[in-house]
C-alpha cells in the first residue's frame, strides 16, 4: 500500500499542479446550498483514491503539448463521472466498504446512493457545458452511454461461465476502460483537432483501463484485503464470471466445472473467493490474465512512442508499467 | 380515465405531427445493439405515458412563434429525463407497480434499474450535444441537478411533520416543476435569445408543474388506484409528509398529531392511506391544497396573456384548467 502510494504520488508529480486546481474545482462543485447534499458529497469527496483518471487527462495534455486553462476543469468531469459510477456501484454490487469508508448505500441507502450519484453525474455535464468547446460534452456523454451499456450486459451475462474472451473484454472495456480512453482522448485533443494523435492516445487509455480491471478482477480473486483497501470476492458473489475463472473453466473437467459453478450459486456461502481458491487452482488463470494485461500494458506504451520525451511521457509510461504490479 | 384520455388528446392536437416525430426520435434513441439494453428499454417505451412534458416544449414553441426544426429533438430529450426520473423513481419509493407496468426494478432489479435510468440520462446528454445550440445542454444540465437536489432534500426531510408551506414548495418544486418550467422554456427560447418570453413561459411550466404534483400528492391520499393507475398511498408508506397532511397536522391537537405519526411510522401497517383517511379528517387539507393548486394555475394562465390567440396557446391554457380535474 505504501509502495503504491508513493507510486502514485510520482506518477502525478508532473501534473500536481494541476491536480490541485482540478481538487479545488471538485470542492466547488460538489459544494450546494442544501445542506443535506453537502453532508453527502463530503462524504463522497473523502472517497477521494488515486484520481489517476483526471491525472492522466493532464498527463495526456502536457505530454502531446496540449495543455490548456481548460484542462483541469476537463479533468474534474471526468473524475466527476467517475466517482458517479463508483456511487452507483455500490449499489450494483452490495460491496460493503470501498477505500475503507462505508459506502453511500451503507451510510444511507439505496435512494440516496442513486440520487447521488445522479447529482454527480449532472453536475460533471452541467460544468462541460460551461467550457468553450463542446468536445468534452460531446465524448463524455457518448462514453458515459458506453459505461451504461458495458454494465447492463455484464449484468445479464452474469453466471455465463462459456463466455468469450472477446466477449469478456469488451464488456469490461466499455464499463472501465471507456473512461481511461475518453480522458486521455480529450487530454490530447481538447478543444478540438489533433485527432491522430488522439486516436493514439484514446488506444493508451483504453489499453491502461483494460489491464486495470483484468488485475482488478484478478486481485478480487487472490488479493488481500488489508492490501486492497475494499471487499474482496465481490465478483464471485455477484456472479461475475471473471477472465482468470473463464481460462481454469474452460481447462476442467466436467466434475470440476460442477464444483465451481456450485461455488457461485449455492446459497448463504461465506467468503466465496476462499471457497474457490480451494475447489480449484486458479494459478492458471491468474497467471494467463496477468499475461494479458502484460499484453494490453506494451501496446499501451507504444502508443506512447511518437510523443515527444517528457516527464509526462515517462510518467504514463510508468503507470503502464506500475498497473502490473499494483496491490492496490 | 377515458375522459382524461380525451383530454391529454385535445391537448396534444396541435402538435400532433411534432409528436409523432418526438415519439421516432425515442424510438431511435432507446434502440441499442446490445439486446439486454433493447429489451429493457422497449419495456420502458411502454412506459409511454402522457408525454405532457413533451408536448409542452412543442406547444411553447408553436405559441411563442419560435418553433424551429430541432424542437422536436429538444421535446425528446426532456422526455427521456422525465423517464429516467422515473426509473430511478421506481428505485426509490419501492412503488408496485406504475401504470399498470410491472417497474423495471420488479422486472430485474435494482441494479439494473440503475443502469438503465443512468442509460437514458447519458442518451439524453448525448443527444443534446449534438444540436446546433448548446442551450439544451445548458439548461437540462442544469435542470437535472436541480431536480437531484429536489429529491435529497425531500428524502432527508421524511418524517417532517412541520415542514413549512415554503419548504414544501422549494422541494415539490424542485423535483417536479424544474423539468417542466425547463421544458417550455426551451420551447419558447430554443435555440437561443427571446428571454423575456422565455421566462414567462418558465413561470408558466413552474406553476404548472407544481400544482401538478400537488394534485398528485391528494390523489395518493385520497385517489382510487384503479383510476389513477399507480401504487397509491405511496407518500404516507415512504414517509413524506404532502401539503394535506402539513396542514391539518398543523391544525390538530397533540393527541390526533400523535395518531397521525403512528399511522406513518408504525411498522407493519397495511394502507397507510386509508388508516390515515380513518385516523383523521383530510377533507380540509385536500381542499386546501387544492386551492392552492387553483391559485398556481391561474397564475399559470396569467403568463400567457402576452402571447397571440392560437390553437397552441389555447392548449396550453387547456392544460393548466384541466390538472384541477385530473384523476390521473
Redesign the interface.
Known amino acids: 500500500m505504501r509502495r503504491a502510494r508513493a507510486a502514485v504520488a510520482e506518477l502525478i508529480a508532473p501534473v500536481a499542479e494541476g491536480m490541485e486546481r482540478v481538487n479545488e474545482i471538485l470542492a466547488a462543485q460538489l459544494d450546494?446550498d442544501?445542506p443535506?447534499?453537502r453532508d453527502?458529497t463530503g462524504h463522497v469527496g473523502r472517497f477521494h483514491g488515486k484520481q489517476l483518471r483526471a491525472a492522466l487527462v493532464l498527463l495526456s495534455g502536457d505530454a502531446t503539448g496540449n495543455s490548456t486553462d481548460e484542462h483541469a476543469a476537463v479533468a474534474s468531469i471526468v473524475e466527476m463521472i467517475h466517482l458517479a459510477t463508483l456511487v452507483?456501484d455500490d449499489?450494483?454490487d452490495g460491496a460493503e466498504k470501498r477505500r475503507r469508508v462505508a459506502c453511500v448505500n451503507q451510510r444511507w441507502n439505496?435512494?440516496?446512493a442513486?440520487?447521488?450519484?445522479?447529482?454527480l453525474?449532472?453536475?460533471a455535464?452541467?460544468l462541460?457545458?460551461?467550457l468553450s468547446s463542446?468536445l468534452c460534452?460531446?465524448l463524455l456523454?457518448?462514453t458515459?452511454?458506453r459505461?451504461?451499456?458495458g454494465?447492463?450486459?455484464q449484468?445479464?451475462r452474469r453466471y455465463d461461465f462459456e463466455m468469450s474472451q472477446e466477449d469478456y473484454e469488451a464488456i469490461s472495456g466499455a464499463k472501465t476502460a471507456s473512461l481511461y480512453s475518453a480522458g486521455c482522448e480529450l487530454g490530447a485533443r481538447y478543444p478540438g483537432g489533433n485527432e491522430e494523435v488522439g486516436a493514439e492516445l484514446a488506444a493508451f487509455g483504453w489499453n491502461l483501463g483494460l489491464a486495470f480491471q483484468i488485475v482488478d478482477d484478478c486481485l478480487d480473486l487472490v488479493g488481500t484485503e488489508d492490501v486492497v483497501g475494499k471487499t474482496l470476492g465481490a465478483d464471485v458473489a455477484d456472479g461475475k464470471v471473471t477472465l482468470p475463472v473463464l481460462y481454469v473453466y474452460a481447462r476442467a473437467d466436467e466434475a470440476q466445472r460442477s464444483r465451481i459453478r456450485d461455488v457461485y450459486t449455492l446459497p448463504d456461502l461465506e467468503d466465496r473467493a476462499r471457497l474457490l481458491r480451494e475447489e480449484c487452482d486458479l494459478g492458471p488463470g491468474i497467471e494467463y490474465a496477468m499475461a494479458r494485461a502484460g499484453e494490453l500494458l506494451l501496446d499501451a506504451r507504444k502508443r506512447l512512442a511518437g510523443l515527444p520525451e517528457s516527464p509526462a511521457r515517462a510518467a504514463m509510461e510508468a503507470a503502464a508499467e506500475f498497473v502490473l504490479d499494483r496491490n492496490w
Do not use: K, P
Not at 442513486?114 to 447529482?119: E, P, W, Y
Open positions: 450546494e442544501s443535506a447534499v453527502m452507483h449499489i450494483l439505496n435512494q440516496i442513486v440520487l447521488l450519484g445522479d447529482f453525474y449532472a453536475r455535464f452541467a462541460s457545458t460551461e463542446r460534452s460531446r456523454a457518448e458515459t452511454r459505461l451504461c451499456v454494465e447492463i450486459e449484468s445479464t
